[in-house]
């Protein structure tokens, strides 16, 4: 699980989104072409369609080519890759722009009224946490990893009934596993035990056939051993370990250990949780305070808030293959900066300053998911850097995934001129209600779909170019966000509209 729990009071948000959005070619650059290219946002972009909504979660990993948005009211978004059913839209054809899961009716019926409060997203599947505690999963579930003991894909959200009776209160999803939080701080494990992931002390091997070694499903969510009498409160998964915190500060992984990443000092697997001996040590200040799983690496916070690394984080040189980090180190870059999350995806990494509106990252990355913009003659860092396009935007989350990252944006002026994702073209003329260009100090831009209209053509008519945010009648119609509880009314989007009105209109209401 690459997302961080923010502290208590939920703040929301605006989501923000950089890297490439051609979900189907991250990672295959076989499939890659001119259109493919232009697909990449080398620097943040407001997500056009959920521009109107108070987001408080955006969800990826670092395995996943998909990503789920949670708004304030419990609605969630899922959208990207989708050849195993992990977006939850009866199909396995790719989702480009976020999809309400609610409106699939299959998911409605499912879902009934339960809020929806985290996710957690592998490899090729989904999991949803509701209020209640219950999780909802769909995609792919072949070695268990949906927690259905039918290991069939599923394409719409179902009920896990193995975690029925336990109140779940946080979810994390490696590439083909996955771990629930229960209210009680025990970790649940159920999927793909290849490399002792599950922590339940096997790695499930058994001889398929002559010299094949195959590893069995665990869809039976099993408790991670030997944490029983530790309170959990934080999980994170990369690849093929997981980590967690305790309420103390201690944090234990288990799992796969190539280049360290467990964190031990070795390369070896671990099938039941060890305590990492860093946090252990007798100063209070290197307790724990954040953990998050990169694909081959960890991070954390201590107790002053500073950043530590282990694994393998880049290619070449320190930190690489050839010279991993075999236990937590402080990157030197980052001393004496306090961060107030982090994040990483497949091959970057992330930190939220605490008190300056600075944002920083680095890695080796393929897709601009590092964000440094257009301006920047880098598309990649071997140490860290400040994401230059979001200076002076206050940030509360980072989630990195493969190929892409989500920030959650507070609102400022700055935002406010931020580019758009999708990118419209660009409209030559006036009012797209009139078609006339006249009155130019009288013509506002929708907040959403870019649309100029004169005042006094908009539904209902306004007397004065409004304060703050405005939303044409398309994009809310009967006054209607897509955060709306009445789903009927929400419509998402303005892709595809009728571009024959020409317009050109000012940004007027900005001045
Ligand atoms: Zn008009
Ligand atoms: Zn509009």
Same mark, same amino acid.
């Given at each position: 699980?690459?997302?961080?729990?923010?502290?208590?009071?939920?703040?929301?948000?605006?989501?923000?989104?950089?890297?490439?959005?051609?979900?189907?070619?991250?990672?295959?650059?076989?499939?890659?072409?001119?259109?493919?290219?232009?697909?990449?946002?080398?620097?943040?972009?407001?997500?056009?369609?959920?521009?109107?909504?108070?987001?408080?979660?955006?969800?990826?990993?670092?395995?996943?080519?998909?990503?789920?948005?949670?708004?304030?009211?419990?609605?969630?978004?899922?959208?990207?890759?989708?050849?195993?059913?992990?977006?939850?839209?009866?199909?396995?054809?790719?989702?480009?722009?976020?999809?309400?899961?609610?409106?699939?009716?299959?998911?409605?019926?499912?879902?009934?009224?339960?809020?929806?409060?985290?996710?957690?997203?592998?490899?090729?599947?989904?999991?949803?946490?509701?209020?209640?505690?219950?999780?909802?999963?769909?995609?792919?579930?072949?070695?268990?990893?949906?927690?259905?003991?039918?290991?069939?894909?599923?394409?719409?959200?179902? *009920?896990?009934?193995? @975690?029925?009776? #336990?109140? =779940? $209160? /946080?979810?994390? &999803? +490696?590439?083909?596993? !996955?771990? %629930?939080?229960?209210?009680?701080?025990?970790?649940?494990?159920?999927?793909?035990?290849?490399?002792?992931?599950?922590?339940?002390?096997?790695?499930?091997?058994?001889?398929?056939?002559?010299?094949?070694?195959?590893?069995?499903?665990?869809?039976?969510?099993? *408790?991670?051993?030997? @944490?029983?009498? #530790?309170? =959990? $409160? /934080?999980?994170? &998964? +990369?690849?093929?370990? !997981?980590? %967690?915190?305790?309420?103390?500060?201690?944090?234990?992984?288990?799992?796969?250990?190539?280049?360290?990443?467990?964190?031990?000092?070795?390369?070896?697997?671990?099938?039941?949780?060890?305590?990492?001996?860093?946090?252990?040590?007798?100063?209070?200040?290197?307790?724990?305070?954040?953990?998050?799983?990169?694909?081959?690496?960890?991070?954390?916070?201590?107790?002053?808030?500073?950043?530590?690394?282990?694994?393998?984080?880049?290619?070449?040189?320190?930190?690489?293959?050839?010279?991993?980090?075999?236990?937590?180190?402080?990157?030197?870059?980052?001393?004496?900066?306090?961060?107030?999350?982090?994040?990483?995806?497949?091959?970057?990494?992330?930190?939220?300053?605490?008190?300056?509106?600075?944002?920083?990252?680095?890695?080796?990355?393929?897709?601009?998911?590092?964000?440094?913009?257009?301006?920047?003659?880098?598309?990649?860092?071997?140490?860290?850097?400040?994401?230059?396009?979001?200076?002076?935007?206050?940030?509360?989350?980072?989630?990195?995934?493969?190929?892409?990252?989500?920030?959650?944006?507070?609102?400022?002026?700055?935002?406010?001129?931020?580019?758009?994702?999708?990118?419209?073209?660009?409209?030559?003329?006036?009012?797209?209600?009139?078609?006339?260009?006249?009155?130019?100090?009288?013509?506002?831009?929708?907040?959403?779909?870019?649309?100029?209209?004169?005042?006094?053509?908009?539904?209902?008519?306004?007397?004065?170019?409004?304060?703050?945010?405005?939303?044409?009648?398309?994009?809310?119609?009967?006054?209607?966000?897509?955060?709306?509880?009445?789903?009927?009314?929400?419509?998402?989007?303005?892709?595809?509209?009728?571009?024959?009105?020409?317009?050109?209109?000012?940004?007027?209401?900005?001045?």
């Amino acid at each position: 699980m690459a997302e961080i729990q923010a502290p208590a009071e939920q703040s929301s948000g605006k989501l923000l989104i950089c890297g490439t959005t051609a979900w189907d070619v991250i990672n295959r650059k076989n499939k890659a072409t001119e259109e493919t290219e232009s697909q990449i946002l080398l620097s943040p972009h407001l997500v056009r369609d959920l521009i109107d909504v108070k987001i408080v979660k955006a969800i990826t990993g670092p395995t996943a080519c998909h990503s789920v948005v949670i708004s304030e009211k419990g609605h969630a978004w899922v959208f990207g890759r989708n050849e195993k059913g992990q977006i939850g839209n009866k199909t396995k054809i790719c989702q480009d722009y976020p999809l309400k899961i609610t409106s699939v009716t299959e998911n409605r019926s499912a879902l009934g009224i339960r809020k929806i409060v985290d996710a957690a997203t592998g490899r090729n599947h989904t999991l949803l946490l509701c209020d209640s505690g219950e999780v909802f999963a769909c995609g792919d579930n072949r070695l268990g990893q949906l927690g259905l003991t039918d290991l069939n894909d599923h394409t719409t959200f179902k *009920l896990v009934t193995q @975690l029925v009776g #336990k109140k =779940i $209160v /946080q979810l994390a &999803c +490696g590439a083909d596993f !996955s771990l %629930a939080l229960t209210d009680k701080g025990q970790i649940l494990a159920f999927g793909s035990q290849e490399y002792g992931q599950l922590g339940n002390g096997t790695d499930g091997q058994f001889i398929k056939s002559a010299g094949k070694m195959a590893t069995s499903p665990q869809p039976y969510p099993l *408790l991670v051993k030997g @944490l029983q009498d #530790k309170h =959990i $409160v /934080q999980i994170a &998964c +990369g690849v093929n370990h !997981s980590l %967690a915190r305790d309420k103390d500060g201690y944090v234990y992984s288990w799992g796969f250990g190539g280049y360290g990443r467990l964190g031990h000092g070795e390369q070896k697997d671990a099938m039941v949780p060890q305590s990492i001996s860093f946090f252990a040590s007798s100063s209070e200040m290197a307790r724990c305070t954040e953990i998050t799983c990169g694909a081959t690496c960890s991070m954390a916070l201590d107790g002053q808030k500073q950043v530590l690394l282990w694994g393998k984080w880049k290619n070449t040189g320190d930190g690489s293959s050839g010279q991993p980090w075999m236990q937590p180190k402080y990157i030197y870059d980052l001393n004496g900066w306090k961060m107030k999350a982090i994040s990483a995806g497949s091959q970057s990494l992330f930190a939220l300053a605490a008190e300056e509106a600075t944002a920083i990252a680095w890695g080796q990355v393929q897709s601009s998911e590092l964000g440094f913009g257009e301006e920047s003659a880098v598309k990649s860092a071997t140490r860290p850097q400040k994401i230059e396009p979001l200076e002076g935007i206050t940030l509360t989350r980072v989630s990195g995934g493969m190929g892409h990252t989500m920030f959650l944006a507070q609102p400022n002026d700055k935002l406010q001129d931020f580019p758009k994702w999708p990118v419209l073209p660009e409209f030559e003329g006036g009012c797209v209600k009139c078609s006339k260009g006249d009155n130019e100090d009288q013509i506002l831009l929708c907040d959403k779909c870019d649309n100029p209209m004169h005042t006094y053509c908009a539904v209902p008519a306004l007397k004065d170019i409004p304060e703050g945010e405005w939303y044409c009648d398309s994009c809310h119609p009967n006054g209607h966000s897509p955060d709306s509880e009445d789903e009927g009314a929400a419509k998402t989007g303005k892709r595809g509209q009728d571009s024959g009105t020409g317009k050109a209109g000012k940004k007027q209401k900005r001045g």
